[in-house]
Each structure stands twice: as C-alpha cells, then as structure tokens.
Nanobody
Framework: QVQLVESGGGLVQPGGSLRLSCVASGMTFNIYDMDWYRQAPGKQRELVAH???????NYADSVKGRFTISRDNAKNTVYLQMNSLKPEDTAVYYC??????????WGQGTQVTVSS
C-alpha cells in the first residue's frame, strides 16, 4: 500500500520559515517526479514546486526565490523549504507522486498558516 505522509506544517509569523517533509512508502520513490501543491480556502489547488527524478526543479512564480524543493532518494523523502513566508502562503500543502505527467498518489496534506 502506497503512502505519502507530509509533516512540518504549523503557524509561523510573516517573514518566517518552515520546512515541509513528505515521506513515501510502498512505492519505488526514485522513479517518480514529485510535486508540492497547495490549496487555500475557497481556491483551487495549485502547483507550487516540481522536482524530477534527476533533480531538476520548477516553481510557481509566486514562490520563486523563496521556496526550495529537494529530494533524498535514500530516505524516500521530498522536502519543501519555505522562507520569507507571507500571509498569502497560508494553505494546506500536499505532496504528489507523478510519472510521465500522470498523477499517481497524494498525501493527506499539512496545514501552513502565516499570521502575526
């Protein structure tokens, strides 16, 4: 049974940092591209960051220069380092495993709240 389990969310002040983790099990992690998505209340889920099996990355314009996605294949884990957080980054963050542009599995999500 495949599981993606996110952690690391929480409440942080504007300008602060958080690091999200997503640990995968039951799948061959290193053959999947991995994404972080987020969904704010009343809004559609949006792609935040993407990392390929080879480590190439892409980011939404709204987070470029502030967020960094990385992966550790030995630990079956993908990370999202979030710096200079803004209130508009408040959302539930989800990790996603995908291959050849097909989505396979989602995590349950972790809440990130940026507020003073």
């Amino acid at each position: 049974q495949v599981q993606l389990v996110e952690s690391g969310g929480g409440l942080v002040q504007p300008g602060g940092s958080l690091r999200l983790s997503c640990v995968a099990s039951g799948m061959t992690f290193n053959i999947y591209d991995m994404d972080w998505y987020r969904q704010a209340p009343g809004k559609q889920r949006e792609l935040v960051a993407h990392i390929t099996t080879g480590g190439s990355t892409n980011y939404a314009d709204s987070v470029k220069g502030r967020f960094t996605i990385s992966r550790d294949n030995a630990k079956n884990t993908v990370y999202l380092q979030m710096n200079s957080l803004k209130p508009e980054d408040t959302a539930v963050y989800y990790c996603n495993a995908n291959r050849y542009h097909r989505s396979y599995w989602w995590g349950q999500g972790t809440q990130v709240t940026v507020s003073s």
